[in-house]
């Protein structure tokens, strides 16, 4: 589904809706269109030829001598996306991994459209990046991510702490998990606490073992789980009411790690099962 056309030509509309839509009127970063910065109290004599856009005229009426504004040098907008590689979000129907790359390529599609430099981390074994500055990348960015593979336990904090240590410039950044990892608020911590303006996204899944299979584990009685992270397996009885209880206790910890997240006021976003994967693109975009 990654690399079917009718996902490039979603892309494609969200880049042509990017550069339509104004940046929202908020502080936060995230697919902002770069802007010319002032720097206050930075001013200089007026000469001529100067752009008369930047005259300070308040401090004419004050002084009666023409000054003009210093454009602020701003480091150039970057968006950084971390992609939970964990082995749980390959599991479900759809999983969690299908719906967080389709999320990312769409952040990525209104990003580059509004000339913000994007870094699309896979926090997976091993870690891995690529980088896009035009959407005419795109296509080569959903290849990368179709070329990906969840398995084990994942490597968010880790990627995260490399994020912090080789982007030149801090910006925003967003995390995107299923939210099993135990290491998801710790990762988004570790980014604010390094200058960056986290967002976790967490991407749900409509049913956490296929219907076929989950019938076949309701007549045999038994089932062989294995833990997609650890390795860890155990035999269990299995069937309608105990895969409805596995339900309730992953809704229950994507909860409880959602209430963690509010009270150390990172921000948040969920896309579900059944949601277009532009959900949270176009939430962005509207403010």
């Given at each position: ?5 009718q996902?490039?030509t979603?892309?494609e509309?969200l880049?042509s809706l990017?550069r339509?839509v104004a940046?929202?009127p908020?502080k936060r970063?995230?697919?902002r269109r ?16 100067d ?6 005229w308040p401090a004419?009426?004050r002084?009666?001598?023409l000054l ?13 996306l ?5 082995g749980?979000t390959?599991?479900?129907?759809p ?7 389709l999320a990312?390529?769409?952040l990525?599609?209104?990003a580059?459209?509004r000339?913000?430099?994007t870094?699309?981390?896979w926090a ?14 795109l ?6 991510l179709a ?8 490597a968010l904090?880790?990627?995260c ?6 982007a030149?410039?801090?910006g ?15 990762a988004?911590?570790?980014?604010r ?7 976790v996204?967490?991407?749900f899944t409509?049913?956490?073992v296929?219907?076929d299979?989950a019938?076949a584990a309701d ?7 294995v ?7 155990r035999q269990?009885?299995?069937?309608y009411?105990t895969?409805?209880a ?6 229950r910890?994507?909860r409880?790690?959602l209430?963690?997240l509010?009270e150390?006021?990172?921000?948040t976003a ?5 949601a277009?994967?532009?959900?949270v693109?176009?939430?962005l975009?509207?403010?």
């Amino acid at each position: 589904m990654l690399t079917d056309p009718q996902t490039l030509t979603r892309l494609e509309r969200l880049v042509s809706l990017a550069r339509r839509v104004a940046s929202p009127p908020s502080k936060r970063r995230l697919l902002r269109r770069p802007g010319r910065g002032i720097e206050p109290g930075a001013r200089r004599d007026y000469t001529p030829g100067d752009d008369v856009r930047l005259v300070d005229w308040p401090a004419f009426a004050r002084l009666e001598r023409l000054l003009v504004k210093v454009p602020e040098d701003l480091p150039e907008p970057r968006l950084d996306l971390i992609v939970d590689g964990s082995g749980s979000t390959g599991r479900g129907d759809p999983t969690p991994h299908l719906r967080a790359c389709l999320a990312t390529a769409a952040l990525a599609a209104c990003a580059v459209a509004r000339e913000v430099r994007t870094v699309v981390w896979w926090a997976g074994a091993p870690v891995a990046r690529t980088a896009l500055h035009r959407p005419g990348e795109l296509v080569s960015l959903l290849r990368w991510l179709a070329d990906r593979e969840p398995g084990g336990g994942g490597a968010l904090e880790s990627t995260c702490t490399q994020v912090s240590e080789t982007a030149s410039s801090r910006g925003s950044a967003v995390l995107l998990s299923d939210g099993l990892c135990p290491s998801a608020l710790p990762a988004a911590l570790r980014l604010r606490n390094a200058g960056f303006e986290p967002l976790v996204v967490l991407a749900f899944t409509a049913a956490e073992v296929a219907p076929d299979l989950a019938s076949a584990a309701d007549q045999a009685g038994l089932a062989h789980i294995v833990d997609a992270e650890t390795g860890a397996s155990r035999q269990v009885p299995i069937g309608y009411l105990t895969l409805r209880a596995a339900g309730e206790a992953r809704a229950r910890r994507s909860r409880a790690l959602l209430a963690r997240l509010h009270e150390r006021k990172i921000a948040t976003a969920t896309l579900a099962a059944e949601a277009p994967f532009e959900d949270v693109a176009l939430g962005l975009l509207r403010g």
